[in-house]
Every structure is written in C-alpha cells, then in structure tokens.
C-alpha cells in the first residue's frame, strides 16, 4: 500500500476548476517531483496532499501511522517570538517525549513499575532513538548551519522571526521540516533562497530521507538529482496518446519513472508524437471530406445521366443516387470513427522569441578592462566578440548583477557611496532583462504599456489573453514574459540577462534557453541555475567574491 494517496482530487478557487480530478501516488522510498507551468495547481495540491487545504471533491489517503512534514511546522511570516521560540513550537512533540521519557524513568525508578509503564516505556525508547531525540540541540545548530543559517545557530536562535529576511525565514522553516522528521516529507520549492552549498545539504538529507517525498521545484538540478517519480499536471500531450490509442481521460497527473532526464527525453518524444498524429489525423479528415463531396456530386449522375431519357434516365438516376448514399454513409462513418481518437492541435505552452537576426562581424562587442566598483566587483577585465555567448558565475555578492548593470547602462552604479574605477565599453544596441521584476520606470515599460498591457509586443511570448493587462496585475511568471518581450522587441544586436531561469515554470525555461543557444547575437547572462551552468556551451567567466 502506497504511504499516501490522492484520489480524483478537484478544487477551485473559482468557477473554473484549478484541480480537476487529480488521482497519484507515493510510496515509501520514492521521491516524487510534481512539475507543470505556472498557475497549474502544484503548491494548491501540496497543501491538499499535506491536510493544509480540503478538496472540493475526491479524497486523500494516508496510511495509518505517517505524520506530513507541514502539518508539524507553523508559518515562519507570522511568527512573534525568536527563532528559539518557533523551533521549539515545530519540535514540541519531541520534546514532549523527551519529557514523558524522563517522567517514566523517575516512575520506574522510584519502584512504581508496572507492566503498563514498562510497555510505555519500551515502545518511548524506541521512538526516541528511531528520532535521535537526545541530540537535538546539536541537530538544530547543524541543520541551520547546513542550510546556510551559521549566525542563527547556538546564541544566535534568540533573534526575533520578524527580523529576518524572508528568504531566512523560509530556511529556518526548512530546517524544522526536517529536524521535525515526518514519515512523509512534503516540500514546495525548497531551494528557493539556498546558495549551492546549502543546495547540496538538502540534496543528501533528502536522497537519505527514510520515507516517501513529494514535492515541487523548478530547479532542474535539484529534480535530477532527488527524483525518483515526475508527476506531470500538463498532460495535454500525454492525454492526446492515449486518446489517440483509443483510451479514456488520465487521472489529471502524468506518471513519468525516473529523473529530469529520463523526463525530458519522454515529454519531448510525446511531444513529436503528438505533432506526428496530429497531422496524419488532419490529412486522413481531409481525403475523407474531399471524397465525401466527390460522393454528392455523384447523386448528379454525370454526362451518362444527363443525355439519358426516359427508362434509362431513371436507371442511372437511381444507380447514381444509391452510390452517392453508400460512399457518404461510408464516408460519415470513417469521420465519426475518427472523431472518437481526434487528438487536438498541439498547444504551444513555450516561448516561440523571434530574436533579432543579427549578421556576423569582426570586432569587441564588449570589453571591461579592470571594471571595479569598491565592495561589490573585483578587478574585472575581459573582451567579447561579437556572436558571443559569456556566462558570468560567482557566489552572492560576488558583483555579477553589478556587472550587468554597468554593460546594459554604460556606466557603473551612481549611489553615493560606490566608488568605481576601470572601464567597460560596449560597441553595440544593449536590450536588458534585470533580476527583479518590472517596474514602471523600466526602459520598455512607459505608462500605457505598464497600465494598458504590452499589446502585440508579447506575440509568442506572452498570450494574447494577456496583452491588455495592466503589467501588476500579471503573475511573477508572466511579468517575466512581459520583460522578456519588451527586451526582444529593442532589437539590439547584445542582449544581457540577469537570472534568465528565474519565475519560469521548466516548459518555458527550456524553450528559452533553446532560443538562445542558437541565436547569432552578443549574448551575456548571470545565473545560479546549476542545471544551467553544467549545460553551458559558451565563454564562461567566474567573479570571486568581495
């Protein structure tokens, strides 16, 4: 029996239904990935999976016995007390053993044992070595400072919750999701605001995780590491095959065995199938449609029919009108057939960017000859031809946004206290996308485009259902799009990216990465994306940290 269930799971927040009858499971040892573009219901079926949210229809199943990780751990944002104070609250089942244990020991101790006491305390025994109860404290300050918290261990725990971050307050959450040690292990995003060290942390705490793990990411290096199961939600093209083979409705997830990898290679051969079918499909409804006409047209008889008269005109009326009928009954039916295992028009969930072309040409389209701004970049100097494409890796801090910053504006930054020396010259049109999301005064985005929607500028990029709203009023996912889509349309031959991967769902991402990799123009980007970094064919350049 699977360690939990999900059965014809359907919930909405509107009138149109975000889950529709969502059916998967997991079992003890898997690890499984829940993946589909934004908006699609990942982090809504978690907190269903978890207990957090009820279903409007359909079921949850848990096997007796298995606690979920995040009906243990209290939200972090609306925690008043320290740190101390909220790890105690996610932790205090286990230290209400620990102080059960030692109540028992002192019954027993004092001579009050009894076959009950004794039975209690056999089975608290094993439940506390089974937690490793007795080093929590030690856990607590490694789990925090393996997840990149060093300050908040030890001393540091009497910080207030409200003075952290919200990327610290997130990993403090994580880590008492995992001193918590649920049976089930129930995770949305977790490398969100994890540097690589912290990332690799997580990795063998889950990899080493006892029970069964279900959660959702983007982080494709994260997934290929820890998946052992992908769960699709975008099963359009899975669902065109099995209609396609003559089967029924899938049970709103996908079932993919194996890691990012194995589901790539799957997701796209589904995807040329499903093109493949498509096609023969519409040729097939074609002849049948044409040969149906063909069909009427024989009821007219033909020049035979026309000259005819009397007897024989009758005759060949007949016959013409009996053939008509047979060819088109035989034809209605071989379209009523099809019909049945019609697959729809693939849908593009991707981008389709029309970069500029942009013709070869000697020369530097970028050249830093010791670019240094005081505490925040290093002594930097490098030259990029033109048509070249340049990663810039480094750890937070490092300067890589400042770098970008200073190419895509022609200047180094203009606070106050940045004191810069050095040079950076860039001999061509720059288009950026920044880390953040838009703001008004972005260039590309004027006040009618901020407050009307990016129109036609977003054909291929965004959908058009959403060209007319207000750039706010969009998701993370698509504010990103909406910058994407503005930086296109400047048509400059070098194009700088900061954090390209960063608010896509995995659908887009990977089809703006295979847009880029083939464009002939000067291209410069900044990333953490280990997935991206391991498949980068382009110049590489490495910024040591201040």
Known sequence: MPTFELRDVTFSYSESPLLDGISLTVGSGERACLVGPNGSGKTTLLRIAAGGLSPAHGEVRIREGVSLSSALVPDPSKASG??????????????????????????????????????????????????????????????????????????????????????????????????????????????????????????????????????????????????????????????????????????????????????????????AEHQKIHAAQQGEKKEIRMHRRLSEDIALGGVRLATAEGKARKFFSDRAAATSVRRTRGDDQRLEDLARIEVRKPRNYSLSIALPDVKARPGLAVSARNATVRGRLRPTTFDLSYGEHLLITGANGAGKTTLLNWIAFGAPPSEIDAISSGTISVSAKVAHVPQRLPKASDPGFNMKIWEGGIGELGSGILHPSMWHTAVPDLSDGNQRRAQIATAVSEKAEILVIDEPTNYLDLATIEALEDALESWGGTLIVASHDRWLIDHWEGRRLNLEPI
């Open 82 to 271: 320290t740190v101390k104070d909220y790890l105690d609250e996610a932790l205090k089942d286990v230290r209400n053993l620990l102080k059960r244990f030692d109540e028992l020991a002192a019954l027993i101790g004092q001579g009050s044992a009894s076959r009950e006491l004794n039975d209690e305390y056999d089975e608290l025994l094993s439940r506390l070595i089974t937690l490793d109860a007795w080093s929590l404290d030690t856990q607590v300050n490694e789990t925090l400072a393996g997840l990149g918290l060093e300050n908040l261990s030890a001393m540091g725990t009497s910080r207030l919750m409200r003075e952290l971050s919200p990327g610290q307050q997130r990993r403090v959450e994580l880590a008492a999701l995992i001193l918590s040690k649920p049976t089930a292990l129930i995770l949305d995003e977790p490398t969100n605001h994890l540097d690589e060290e912290a990332t690799a942390y997580l990795v063998d705490k889950v990899m080493n995780w006892p029970g069964p793990v279900l959660f959702a990411s983007h982080d494709r290096a994260f997934i290929e590491a820890v998946a052992t199961v992908i769960y699709d939600l975008d099963t359009g093209v899975w669902q065109a095959l099995v209609t396609a083979a003559g089967g029924g409705k899938l049970p709103g997830a996908y079932r993919c065995r194996g890691n990012y990898s194995n589901y790539l290679v799957e997701k796209r051969r589904a995807n």
